[in-house]
Each structure stands twice: as structure tokens, then as C-alpha cells.
């Protein structure tokens, strides 16, 4: 079965920072991966995803995510974060052309963004 | 506002008792899932329905836990004789489509506390 690893509980940066929060898988075969975000208050959604092609992907409010498969990696990026995005960031992976449709979580980066 | 319902919001119970929880997942949706997060991880996968029929369960879903689509449309997740480890957030989601990089859309969940 996949697993997915983040490496940093809780991040916190002040605004205008760079961010960088890091997602390993375990799965060698095709995969398919998702960051999702949680605001405070509100529901899981969904800020990128890969699943072919350019392995540089870009989500919505300026986060990007770049697949390295050599890594089994997909970490997520922003070069200037704001004090909105405050939030709960989760990785998730799929594994392409099995016969399960079970997304896989990492147990979530949270980050704090001071003003 | 995802348009995907769960009810209740909060259910609190005793150890032993039987609880349910209602999903409406978006209306042409035909994919339904049922995740179950507790504190500091990330989703679980649980069980997921591709309209009526309940194609998968994670071997983590002992057989207190049933969950049902009857008409393809809402779903219910059953916990019989709940245990104090059943405590958690039980999450919906639906997709559309049959591949495996859908977006997945959730609820807000429903937070069973089992004293």
C-alpha cells in the first residue's frame, strides 16, 4: 500500500516569506497527487494536483508543486506567502491504473502566517 | 459552499450505542466517499460508492461500520456499538467521472465524540 510522508508538523512564517512544504510517497508504480488545503473553519479542497505531463504544476492563489519522480516527491511552493493563507496543507497520492479509487493522505502541514 | 451536505454537524454518544450519519453528495455526482480523521492526521479512506454499488472498503473498516447508497444519490454511515477509538471526524466527499485524478469535493464532516 502507498504511504504518504509530510516532513513538517507546523510551519510558521511571517508574510512575504518563501514557503516550501515537503511531500514524499512510497508507491513505485504511476501515481496521481493532490495537495489539499484546509482554512480554518472551512472544508478540505483542492490547490493542485499532477497527473501527466509538465511535472511543474500550478493551483490556485500562487502555489505551484513540482512532481520529481526520481524523489518520489511533490513538494509545494509559494514565493510570497500572505497572512490568508493560514491553514492545514495535506498531500495526498492515487495510485493510476489500479483498480482502487483510495486517496492516500500525509497527516497534514500546518501553517501559520504572521502579519 | 462544496453543495456537499453532512448531517449532523456534532454527535455526541455513549459507549455502546448505535450512531448514523447522512451524506448528500452533489446532486450528479456518482462517485461517494466516506474519510475518518482524528487529531494530527489526515484523512482516512473508509469506503467509497460509485452510484449505488460500494466498490471498495479499507481493511481498516471493522464490521461495526456499514455504510449504504441506496438510490445513488445520499449515502449513510452506520457505526454499531461504538467504541471510545471510534471518536473522530467522519468526512464525505464526491467526484465526478471515472478517473482517478478527480477533484474530490468534501463536507465539513461530522465530529463523533464517543464518551
Known amino acids: 500500500a502507498q504511504s504518504v510522508s509530510q516532513h513538517n508538523h507546523h510551519v510558521i512564517l511571517s508574510e512575504a516569506a518563501s514557503l516550501e512544504l515537503g511531500c514524499n510517497y512510497s508507491?513505485?508504480?504511476?501515481?496521481?497527487l493532490f495537495w489539499y488545503v484546509q482554512y480554518p473553519g472551512q472544508h478540505l479542497q483542492l490547490l493542485l494536483k499532477?497527473?501527466?505531463?509538465?511535472?511543474l504544476v500550478k493551483g490556485i492563489k500562487g502555489f505551484e508543486a513540482e512532481f520529481i519522480k526520481s524523489k518520489f516527491s511533490f513538494n509545494l511552493r509559494k514565493p510570497s506567502v500572505q497572512w490568508s493563507d493560514t491553514a492545514e496543507y495535506f498531500c495526498?497520492?492515487?495510485?493510476?491504473?489500479?483498480?482502487?479509487?483510495?486517496?492516500?493522505f500525509g497527516k497534514g502541514t500546518k501553517l501559520s502566517v504572521i502579519p | 459552499d462544496t453543495g456537499v451536505s453532512q448531517d449532523p454537524r456534532h454527535k455526541i454518544t455513549k459507549r455502546g450505542q448505535n450512531v448514523t450519519f447522512r451524506c448528500d453528495p452533489i446532486?450528479?455526482?456518482?462517485?461517494l466517499y466516506w474519510y475518518r480523521q482524528t487529531l494530527g492526521q489526515g484523512p482516512e479512506f473508509l469506503t467509497y460508492?460509485?452510484?449505488?454499488?460500494?466498490?471498495?472498503k479499507s481493511r481498516l473498516l471493522s464490521d461495526r461500520f456499514s455504510a449504504e447508497r441506496p438510490k445513488g444519490s445520499f449515502s449513510t454511515l452506520e457505526i454499531q456499538r461504538t467504541e471510545q477509538g471510534d471518536s473522530a471526524m467522519y468526512l464525505c466527499?464526491?467526484?465526478?467521472?471515472?478517473?482517478?485524478?478527480?477533484?474530490?469535493?468534501f463536507g465539513s464532516g461530522t465530529q463523533l465524540s464517543v464518551l
Open positions: 466527499a464526491s467526484s465526478l467521472g471515472n478517473r482517478h485524478n478527480e477533484k474530490l469535493f
Open positions: 508507491y513505485g508504480g504511476t501515481v496521481n
Open positions: 499532477y497527473f501527466s505531463g509538465d511535472p
Open positions: 495526498a497520492v492515487i495510485r493510476s491504473g489500479a483498480g482502487s479509487y483510495q486517496l492516500t
Open positions: 446532486s450528479e455526482h456518482n462517485r
Open positions: 460508492f460509485q452510484n449505488e454499488a460500494q466498490l471498495e
